[in-house]
C-alpha cells in the first residue's frame, strides 16, 4: 500500500501519490497519481489500489541501480532486422523493466554508430526510441538519485563504461 506523497512508477510514467479514491466507473478505491514533473496536477491518474495489471511499482532503489549498472555490459542488444525494428523497441517500451530500456539504448547506439562508419544516414526510428527511451530511463534514475536528468544520465553511462571495463578485463584474464 502507498502513502500520500509517496513516489511511484505506474508503466513508465514516476508519479506522486496525491491521494485514494473511489472510481465512479469501477467502485474499485484507486491511487490517484500526479506525474512527478507536473507542477500544476492538471494532469491525474486513476490507479486500481489492487494493481492487478501490475503496471503500479515502486521507483527504483539506489541498489537497483548498482545492479543495473553491473548488468547493463551484458544485457544483450535486438537482432538487428530493418523490417521490424519499430515492432521490437515499441514491445520493449510496453514492459516495465528497466533493462529493457538499456537494450534499447545499446541497441540504437551501435545501430547508429554503424550506420555512421558506413557513410549512411541516422535511421529516425533508432533515434526515436534512444530519445524515449533515455529520456524515461534517465527521468526514473534522476528522481531516484536526487540528480538533475543530465548529472543522471552521466553518471549511468560513465558507471556502465567502468562495469563494462571490468567485464572485459574479467574475460581477458
Same mark, same amino acid.
Given at each position: ?11 513508465? *510514467? ?18 490517484? /497519481?500526479?506525474? %512527478? ?6 494532469? !491525474? ?13 515502486? /521507483?527504483? +532503489?539506489?541498489?537497483?541501480? *548498482?545492479? /543495473? ?6 544485457? =544483450?542488444? #535486438? ?11 515499441? +514491445? #520493449?517500451?510496453?514492459?516495465?523493466? #528497466?533493462? *529493457? ?5 545499446? +541497441? ?13 544516414? &541516422? ?14 530511463? %534517465? !527521468? =526514473? &534514475?534522476?528522481?531516484? /538519485? ?7 544520465? =552521466?553518471?549511468?553511462?560513465? =558507471?556502465?563504461? @567502468?562495469?563494462?571495463?571490468? !567485464? !572485459?578485463? @574479467?574475460?581477458?584474464?
Amino acid at each position: 500500500m502507498y502513502k500520500i506523497n509517496d513516489v511511484v512508477v505506474y508503466r513508465r *510514467d514516476v508519479c506522486r501519490v496525491t491521494g485514494k479514491k473511489k472510481s465512479d466507473f469501477t467502485g474499485e478505491m484507486c491511487y490517484v /497519481l500526479v506525474p %512527478y514533473h507536473n507542477t500544476d496536477n492538471s494532469v !491525474t491518474m486513476q490507479v486500481p489500489v489492487s494493481n492487478k495489471a501490475g503496471h503500479l511499482r515502486d /521507483l527504483v +532503489t539506489k541498489e537497483q541501480i *548498482d545492479e /543495473l549498472i553491473r548488468n547493463a555490459p551484458g544485457i =544483450e542488444t #535486438l537482432e538487428s532486422k530493418p523490417a521490424n525494428m519499430k515492432s521490437q523497441y515499441a +514491445t #520493449l517500451m510496453k514492459g516495465d523493466s #528497466l533493462e *529493457d530500456l538499456v537494450c534499447i539504448i545499446k +541497441t540504437s547506439y551501435l545501430r547508429n554508430d554503424e550506420r555512421m562508419k558506413n557513410h549512411k544516414k &541516422l535511421a529516425s526510428i533508432d533515434s526515436e526510441y534512444l530519445q524515449k527511451a533515455e529520456n524515461l530511463l %534517465y !527521468t =526514473e &534514475l534522476s528522481i531516484a /538519485l536526487d540528480m538533475s536528468y543530465e548529472e543522471s544520465k =552521466e553518471y549511468f553511462e560513465k =558507471e556502465v563504461d @567502468k562495469a563494462s571495463k571490468k !567485464t !572485459t578485463k @574479467k574475460k581477458a584474464s
